[in-house]
Nanobody
Framework: QVQLVESGGGLVQPGGSLRLSCAAS????????MGWYRQTPGKQRELVARITNGGTTMYVDSVKGRFTISRDNAKNTVYLQMNSLKPEDTAVYFC?????????WGQGTQVTVSS
């Protein structure tokens, strides 16, 4: 069983930065991909960024050049560095890991961008 715990969310002014962390318990060394999603009320959860086991990254167009996804295999942790934050980045951010045996989600962390 894999558990994911996100941290690092909070309130930040437009133009500011936050770094989200997602710590995984259990064995994820053979993960297929890890990703960050976000969701706002009344909208579907959207993929923000993803990193494969081979290190390939992808980003939704709205965050390209501002967000960076990375991982620390030794710590079983994936990060999302968010710079130049905008009010439209406000959402609950969820961590996700895809394994051969299934897909797991964290509980989410709130990010609010407001002056």
């Amino acid at each position: 069983q894999v558990q994911l715990v996100e941290s690092g969310g909070g309130l930040v002014q437009p133009g500011g930065s936050l770094r989200l962390s997602c710590a995984a318990s259990g064995s994820i060394s053979s993960f297929l991909a890890m990703g960050w999603y976000r969701q706002t009320p009344g909208k579907q959860r959207e993929l923000v960024a993803r990193i494969t086991n081979g290190g390939t990254t992808m980003y939704v167009d709205s965050v390209k050049g501002r967000f960076t996804i990375s991982r620390d295999n030794a710590k079983n942790t994936v990060y999302l560095q968010m710079n130049s934050l905008k009010p439209e980045d406000t959402a609950v951010y969820f961590c996700n890991v895809a394994l051969v045996g299934g897909v797991y989600w964290g509980q989410g962390t709130q990010v609010t961008v407001s002056s």
